[in-house]
């Protein structure tokens, strides 16, 4: 498998920098997979597509202020990205820093609010260990000092509305650096409505990490190895999602963060297991779903591993011809772009 197999050209114009007006306000595309059919829709069509008995997964993480600005002691100004919190420390973070020097061992960051960094190791390029010092509770005070960390190929900076849109409404458990993107559509009518018509929704927590923007750097799909991320699965979710595969009802994952997690917690037999752990699991095509019989999900780069996912769903060929489906009718793309649902 190689990574040139899932190219395709997109006009810049369809990146979208800004979310819809309306949260729900976005297009769909309906991918019938068994069928090789494609539909084009608005949003709150969704309904129709999910029906009684249905089980809606939602990946409940939270995304934090993870962009900091600052200042070394020599006053120099430094951008510190928080990737990952070093588990069982106090706040010990694995960074990403960007000055015009590089920043050295034992440098002391002043980040706004009191609150300090440390530098305790270094790395490769911009990696860093830093411990962060500050007064009040941690994340508390991000809320104050950090920045919405808005993906790379939104060309603007993050503003007071994107604290609100780049986040689910569904969002919980703080810990993301990246939205799980695909959730940003659904308002609190839509999952009533959903739940009423009787979709099952339980949710589960995967922490999305910088490794989503990671650009996969060898053409040899087998030799790529994806950043883990930190998953949890409840007894309440596991038992609802067992329940409904033993029944032969369908499982339908709300974006792939939340099909990786419900895959790499799922057994041979796919009875999904209770818990938390990390994965680092990468489905390419020829895996075998366990656990997942439908996805939504967003439109996603070109050679990126989430294309490489959504084609191990549903077929590179269907997902390609779906693709050029959505450029020719204009469709927008990437986090704050519209959705696609796929079904069999």
Excluded at 162 to 178: C, H, K, L, P, S
């Amino acid at each position: 498998m190689l990574l040139d197999d899932f190219d395709f050209s997109l006009p810049p114009e369809l990146i979208a920098q800004q979310p819809c007006a309306n949260r729900d306000g976005s297009r769909l595309l309906v991918v019938d997979k068994t069928l090789g059919l494609l539909s084009t829709g608005l949003f709150p069509e969704i309904l129709s597509h999910l029906c009684s008995g249905d089980v809606l997964v939602l990946n409940d993480t939270r995304v934090i202020p993870a962009r900091l600005l600052g200042t070394k002691a020599t006053g120099g100004q430094v951008e510190v990205f928080l990737s990952r919190r070093v588990v069982g420390d106090a706040e010990i973070w694995s960074c990403l820093t960007r000055s015009s020097k590089p920043v050295r061992v034992g440098t002391r960051l002043q980040l706004g609010h009191g609150l300090v960094g440390e530098v305790l190791e270094g790395g490769d390029g911009q990696h860093r260990l830093i411990r962060f010092d500050c007064s009040e509770d941690f994340l508390q005070l991000l809320e104050k000092v950090g920045h919405v960390p808005l993906p790379p190929y939104i060309r603007r900076q993050d503003g007071q509305a994107d604290r609100e849109r780049y986040q689910t409404v569904f969002a919980r458990n703080a810990g993301a650096v990246a939205a799980p993107t695909a959730g940003l559509h659904f308002t609190e009518p839509i999952l009533e409505q959903l739940r009423a018509s009787g979709v099952e929704i339980v949710t589960l927590t995967l922490h999305v990490g910088l490794g989503t923007f990671m650009p996969v750097r060898t053409n040899n799909l087998l030799e790529h190895r994806m950043h883990s991320e930190v998953y949890q699965i409840s007894e309440q979710t596991a038992a609802t999602v067992n329940r409904a595969r033993k029944n032969g009802r369908r499982v339908i994952a709300l974006g792939t963060t939340s099909t990786r997690a419900l895959e790499a917690a799922a057994d041979e037999q796919g009875v999904l297991k209770t818990g938390s752990g990390e994965t680092d699991i990468f489905i390419t095509p020829g895996y075998r779903f366990r656990i997942v019989d439908g996805l939504i999900t967003n439109f996603h780069l070109p050679k990126s591993t989430l294309l490489v996912l959504v084609s191990a769903f549903a077929g590179r060929d269907l997902m390609l011809t779906a693709y050029q489906r959505a450029i020719d009718e204009k469709f927008r793309f990437f986090s704050y772009g519209d959705c696609m649902l796929i079904h069999s």
